[in-house]
């Protein structure tokens, strides 16, 4: 069986962590305080091959949104709003142009997830957190530098 696109390479996985939980914090038994989450990605860029695919980890509230080749955060109209699901919880920004991907709302997800992403094209992807303030305050974004 002959292996296809980058599914055999070192760079044909990365791992991105999409929300940290501080230290110290006790979670038991099913606690996700949103004070002790820290609205950041880690790496804040992540490099793989075209073909490959990014697995977030996502801990906390938080909403991601895959924006095309090229996209920089000032691009991002955050005036387009959609509110969560289940409320309350804070709007999500909901700017089309240009976005690949977007995530589950989280409103109605349990605060401890994984999505795996694939990337088929060579270029460098801005990664967002839609949930409003995380984009808008705490500047929570990163990049996808996919190789060819
Ligand atoms: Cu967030």
Redo the contacts with the bound molecule.
């Keep these: 069986m002959s292996p296809k696109n980058a599914s055999n390479s070192p760079l044909s996985n990365a791992t991105v962590s999409f ?1 940290e939980w501080m230290t110290p914090v006790d979670r038991f038994p099913n606690v996700s305080p949103a004070t002790a989450n820290h ?1 950041e990605l880690i790496p804040n860029v992540a490099t793989i091959k075209a073909g490959g695919t990014v697995n977030f980890i996502v801990a ?4 991601i949104n895959v924006y095309d080749d090229g996209t920089q955060p000032e691009d991002i109209n955050t005036s387009l709003t959609v509110p969560p699901t289940a409320v309350p919880a804070p709007l999500l920004i909901n700017d089309p142009n240009r976005r690949i991907y977007r995530g589950l709302d989280p409103s109605l997800q349990p605060r401890d997830r994984v999505e795996v992403v694939h990337f088929a094209k060579p270029g460098t992807y801005l990664v967002i ?3 409003f303030p ?2 808008v305050n705490d500047r ?1 974004f990163g990049f996808v530098r996919v190789l060819p």
């Design positions: 929300g609205h906390g509230f938080h909403i957190c839609g949930v995380h984009f929570m």
